[in-house]
């Protein structure tokens, strides 16, 4: 079986790791731990700015910044990005150092060290070809909180868009099944690396 993108380009999952014969998502719980802590990653940062976008607009103006498609690192020292800033990102992991502290805890915040001092990929760098096209939807993960307490996995210091016409939409449905992802909303088409 092949490699998948879930939800944002970048991490690429083992597809024999995620579904069963039949095609369907497995159980939690028969996810290996590292593919299960980026699937529950990827619920949590899905939607959020880009990054680089956010370094360059703040907090003031991120509405300006591009939602994150690609997503590289270790789930909590990810780093976001929109398709502009992944070269740079790239020139910076394979020409600044990146690739030399990769999986290490200053990751992250090397790169955005980095970008935020003004430091870019030239003009025309070239950026990765990602063969695969990543599906939208994530799997139906109950209570995440509870396989994860203490974990951590579930906090992002990121902003989110904000959007207060859906927070009060929200509200005044009082729907107890909250915003999280229902079996109703999953939508199993994917695509496959050709
Ligand atoms: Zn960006």
Not at 39 to 54: F, H, I, S, T
Not at 114 to 129: I, Q
Not at 162 to 191: F, K, M, N, P, T
């Amino acid at each position: 079986m092949g490699k998948v993108s879930i939800g944002l380009r970048g991490w690429r999952f083992d597809e024999d790791e995620l579904f069963t014969d039949a095609g369907g998502w497995k159980p939690l719980e028969e996810i290996p731990r590292e593919p299960r802590h980026r699937l529950v990653r990827l619920q949590v940062v899905m939607n959020k700015p880009c990054d680089a976008c956010y370094l360059i607009h703040g907090e003031e103006n991120k509405r300006q910044c591009r939602p994150a498609s690609i997503v590289y690192g270790e789930p909590l020292d990810e780093v976001l990005l929109c398709d502009e800033h992944e070269a740079d990102f790239l020139f910076w992991f394979r020409e600044r150092g990146g690739a030399s502290i990769a999986g290490e805890e200053t990751f992250r915040d090397a790169f955005h060290e980095w970008f935020d001092d003004g430091d870019r990929a030239p003009d025309g760098y070239g950026g990765m070809e990602h063969v695969e096209e990543a599906p939208e939807e994530l799997p139906d993960l109950r209570d995440p909180e509870d396989l994860y307490e203490g974990e951590d996995l579930l906090a992002d210091e990121r902003p989110d868009f904000d959007d207060e016409a859906d927070a009060d939409a929200g509200d005044a449905e009082g729907d107890d099944a909250g915003d999280g992802l229902s079996v109703d909303d999953l939508d199993l088409d994917r695509e496959y690396p050709t």
